[in-house]
């Protein structure tokens, strides 16, 4: 195996790992807002605002990608440590916005089901969401340093 293909296999884990923890995420807050419609029909906005929130980490996934692109256009040749920089760097973002996009849903889905109930908690819930949504977002500035070191 040549050593590029350890770097795209990172950067295919980190879109996909990514994308799908998002797609889990929006679809747990979406869940919750077919059920919350049901009671309280008035909030569906808030429904809608909470349940895209999860989907940011498979945003982040893809600049990931656009931040490390860089490397296969410098290097044609990439050595074992730059291929394996890449790849680290995918998987760590990848692993990272799946279980924080979940769980991010978990919390939306819970201030989906408050706000079903006539609660206003709309804000609060955007102010809790974005704690799981803060280390994907360290993911993907450490997916910024570890491109720049490898180019």
């Not at 590029?4 to 923890?21: D, E, K, P, Q, R």
């Not at 609660?119 to 910024?144: C, H, M, Q, R, S």
């Amino acid at each position: 195996m040549d050593p590029i293909v350890l770097a795209y296999i990172g950067i295919g884990l980190m879109v996909g790992l990514s994308g799908t923890g998002s797609a889990f995420g929006c679809s747990i807050a979406g869940s919750a807002s077919v059920g919350a419609t049901k009671k309280n029909p008035d909030g569906f906005g808030s429904y809608i605002l909470l349940t895209a929130l999860p989907g940011s980490q498979g945003l982040y996934g893809f600049a990931g990608y656009f931040l490390l692109s860089n490397f296969f256009g410098l290097l044609d040749n990439p050595d074992w440590n730059q291929a394996a920089s890449v790849f680290g760097a995918g998987l760590a973002l990848g692993l990272v916005a799946l279980f924080s996009s979940i769980r991010q849903g978990q919390v939306c889905a819970n201030g989906i089901a408050a706000i079903g109930s006539g609660y206003d908690v709309t804000g609060k819930t955007l102010i809790l969401a974005v704690f799981p949504e803060l280390y994907a977002i360290i993911a993907l500035a450490a997916t910024f340093l570890i491109g720049n070191a490898v180019a």
